[in-house]
Structure formats: C-alpha cells, structure tokens
T-cell receptor, first 110, second 111 residues
Framework: NAGVTQTPKFQVLKTGQSMTLQCAQD?????MYWYRQDPGMGLRLIYY???????DKGEVPNGYNVSRLNKREFSLRLESAAPSQTSVYFC?????????FGPGTRLTVT | QKEVEQNSGPLSVPEGAIASLNCTYS??????FFWYRQYSGKSPELIMF????GDKEDGRFTAQLNKASQYVSLLIRDSQPSDSATYLC???????????FGAGTQVVVTP
C-alpha cells in the first residue's frame, strides 16, 4: 500500500517550458488536491477534485491546469513555466476529514 | 492577510516542558480545524482535528477550540526532541476538502 505517490521528486525547468506533475493514490479516495508550499507561506491550494470527473480552482490556480484522469490519478500541468512557480508541490487525497500527502516535487524554474 | 494566522516562531521549548501553539482565523464559516506536523523536507501529517468548542486530548497532544474568539491552539506536553518540526494549523470552510492553512509555527525542542 504505497499511499500517495508523486513523480518526479525533483525537476529543473527553463522559463517557458512545460511539464506535468503526476500523482496517484491507492486508497480509493474520492477527493484529491494539489498544493504549493513556499517559505513563510504555508500550503496554498492550487486545484482540487472532489470526485472523479470534477475539478475546481483553489486559492492560486493561475498558470496551472489539472486533469483527474480516473479515481486514482490527478495530474498538474504547467503550460509555460515562470520563475514564480519555483516551489515544492504536494499532492494529497482524502476519503473523509484527513488528507494524506505525497512526498512532494521540488520544482525550480530558471 | 491570510485567513489563518500563526506565529512563525521558532518556538524554543526545553525537553519535558509544554509547547503552546496558537492559531487565529478570520472566516466565521470555518467549522473544523486541523493540526498537521511537518518535519523538514517531509510532507505534512495529521496529528489532531477538532470541530467542537473545548478541549480534545490525544496522548501528549491537546487541541483547544474557541469559536467565539476564533482561536485554536495546540498543547504538546512532555515535549521531546522528536517533536521538533513545523506545525501547520488549517481550517475547513465549505467542505471537509478545502482547507485554509496557516504559514506554520516552527518548534525546536532543546535537550
């Protein structure tokens, strides 16, 4: 039982490049989330998916898109990376009140 | 201004003492509150949640909620060096899913 997995663990992009962060959970959870964490800012919600087939914007959605591919997988895409998107990205899932977090992806945009 | 506010710390606590962490929130629609612990370089993990006014105890941890004052706190009794981490306070607004996180309080337990 792996819980929540994320790939890649580290990534360096140049400004303007695109990439997709992958997230998968094996806990049969309905809800999944993408957060970014910056020093001194805590966790900020980018997008979430309350159930398969639905997605909604969170607090900081600009510059990102998401896809809930199926119940297990929720991907986050950066179409044209900017230095302001340098951050640690966490995926999480929940079946009730507790959110379970993946190990994170450390992204640097130069 | 963030909707959930925490002192960033660091909060330095001698081993064996009580660590007291505070959190205030501005959204009166927030119904449930969560405390997550995050070790450096790791992902957050849930340690407590509370949704009723009053105290809730779980082992060495006690969460306190006062909705009238819009205040949540976490007490860590008999603090251990392994408690050294950042503690994130979060409030749930329109559903269990959407959480508003504070910036976190760093706790350092000194032997």
């Amino acid at each position: 039982n792996a819980g929540v997995t994320q790939t890649p663990k580290f990534q360096v992009l140049k400004t303007g490049q695109s990439m997709t962060l992958q997230c998968a959970q094996d806990m049969n959870h309905n809800s999944m989330y993408w957060y970014r964490q910056d020093p001194g800012m805590g966790l900020r919600l980018i997008y979430y998916s309350a159930s398969e087939g639905t997605t909604d914007k969170g607090e900081v959605p600009n510059g990102y898109n998401v896809s809930r591919l199926n119940k297990r997988e929720f991907s986050l895409r950066l179409e044209s990376a900017a230095p302001s998107q340098t951050s640690v990205y966490f995926c999480a899932s929940s079946g009730s009140y507790e959110q379970y977090f993946g190990p994170g992806t450390r992204l640097t945009v130069t | 201004q963030k909707e959930v506010e925490q002192n960033s710390g660091p909060l330095s606590v001698p081993e064996g003492a009580i660590a007291s962490l505070n959190c205030t929130y501005s959204d009166r629609g927030s119904q449930s509150f969560f405390w997550y612990r995050q070790y450096s370089g790791k992902s957050p993990e849930l340690i407590m949640f509370i949704y009723s006014n009053g105290d809730k105890e779980d082992g060495r941890f006690t969460a306190q909620l006062n909705k009238a004052s819009q205040y949540v706190s976490l007490l860590i009794r008999d603090s251990q060096p392994s408690d050294s981490a950042t503690y994130l306070c979060a409030g749930a607004t329109d559903s269990w899913g959407k959480l508003q996180f504070g910036a976190g309080t760093q706790v350092v337990v000194t032997p």
